[in-house]
T-cell receptor
């Protein structure tokens, strides 16, 4: 059973701080990794993808990947109250290449 | 409008009834998926489809049936609804699958199903 582990939170950070969200995965064959944001009562929304070891930056978001450690993270700089949501880690897994979703980390950004 | 749409948004049904959730996408994506989301379990894959007339089971397929006669439609049927099937159901689509994929899934707005 391929697994994706995330701290459930809630992770609480003050406005303007850096939020750090972590994810570990069990499938060493995973090649593609995605971060989704899900607001309460809404559907998941893709915010970042990463395929190679290292960092990938997109605006206030930075995804970090370390395949050797089977670890992927998402940093949110200058956190805003509008970033308050649940963040889902989703590595590709298995022979069919389906995405496997973690249970998510709930982030709360306090004004 | 382009995108992926689910209907209905909300549904209340009785135990034992058959109910069908609809999913329609306008991108001609090859891959379509059905997930359910429950507190404590996250998103769990029910069924997926690689193309018209090709479907396969996911993690939690029992009690569900799917079909895909056209690329754009992927309905999910609960043959005899049970209370344990009360959940939020999401449909998603993707152009590619596997290591060649460049891009994740796009989700519909979801259907909140309550079985009483």
């Amino acid at each position: 059973q391929k697994e994706v582990e995330q701290n459930s939170g809630p992770l609480s950070v003050p406005e303007g701080a850096i939020a750090s969200l972590n994810c570990t995965y069990s499938d060493r064959g995973s090649q593609s990794f995605f971060w989704y944001r899900q607001y309460s009562g809404k559907s998941p929304e893709l915010i970042m993808s990463i395929y190679s070891n290292g960092d990938k930056e997109d605006g206030r978001f930075t995804a970090q990947l370390n395949k050797a450690s089977q670890y992927v993270s998402l940093l949110i700089r200058d956190s805003q109250p509008s970033d308050s949501a649940t963040y889902l880690c989703a590595p590709e897994g298995g022979s069919q290449g389906n995405l496997i979703f973690g249970k998510g980390t709930k982030l709360s950004v306090k004004p | 409008d382009a995108g992926i749409t689910q209907s209905p948004r909300y549904k209340i049904t009785e135990t034992g009834r058959q109910v069908t959730l609809m999913c329609h996408q306008t991108w001609s994506h090859s891959y379509m998926f059905w997930y359910r989301q429950d507190l404590g379990h996250g998103l769990r894959l029910i069924y997926y489809s690689a193309a018209a007339d090709i479907t396969d089971k996911g993690e939690v397929p029992d009690g569900y049936v799917v079909s895909r006669s056209k690329t754009e439609n992927f309905p999910l049927t609960l043959e005899s609804a049970t209370r344990s099937q009360t959940s939020v159901y999401f449909c998603a689509s993707s152009e590619l699958q596997g290591p060649d994929r460049r891009g994740g899934y796009t989700f519909g707005s979801g259907t909140r199903l309550t079985v009483v």
